[in-house]
Nanobody
Framework: VQLQASGGGLVQPGGSLTLSCATS????????IAWFRQAPGKEREFVAG???????SYADAVKDRFTISRDNAQNTVYLQMNSLNVEDTAVYYC????????????WGQGTLVTVSS
């Protein structure tokens, strides 16, 4: 099983980035995928998730700014991030859990997003 997160980088406040999570080794269509993030000195937190039926959920801090989507043909999940601010600086991780379960079984290695002027 592999989850490969990519797309991070340095962006100015107010800018945009799109993260990708390319997966392999499990039946993508049967899994919910989520993005988490961990800022320096803080605990990891949920950012956004999308289930097998394409229902989405977002943390309050990113609602209306971030959009999660999935491409079942490419086994990939995306996180479109707009209106970024310095508080969004973190390592972003994607994770997968079987639909209908609680625990995320598989995790990617993380991609760093830095929002700074």
């Amino acid at each position: 099983v592999q989850l490969q997160a990519s797309g991070g980088g340095l962006v100015q406040p107010g800018g945009s980035l799109t993260l990708s999570c390319a997966t392999s080794g499990f039946i993508f269509d049967d899994y919910a995928i989520a993005w988490f993030r961990q800022a320096p000195g803080k605990e990891r937190e949920f950012v956004a998730g999308i289930d097998k039926w394409w229902s989405t959920s977002y943390a309050d801090a990113v609602k209306d700014r971030f959009t999660i989507s999935r491409d079942n043909a490419q086994n990939t999940v995306y996180l479109q991030m707009n209106s970024l601010n310095v508080e969004d600086t973190a390592v972003y991780y994607c994770a997968a859990k079987r639909a209908g379960t609680t625990n995320y079984l598989y995790w990617g290695q993380g991609t760093l997003v830095t929002v700074s002027s």
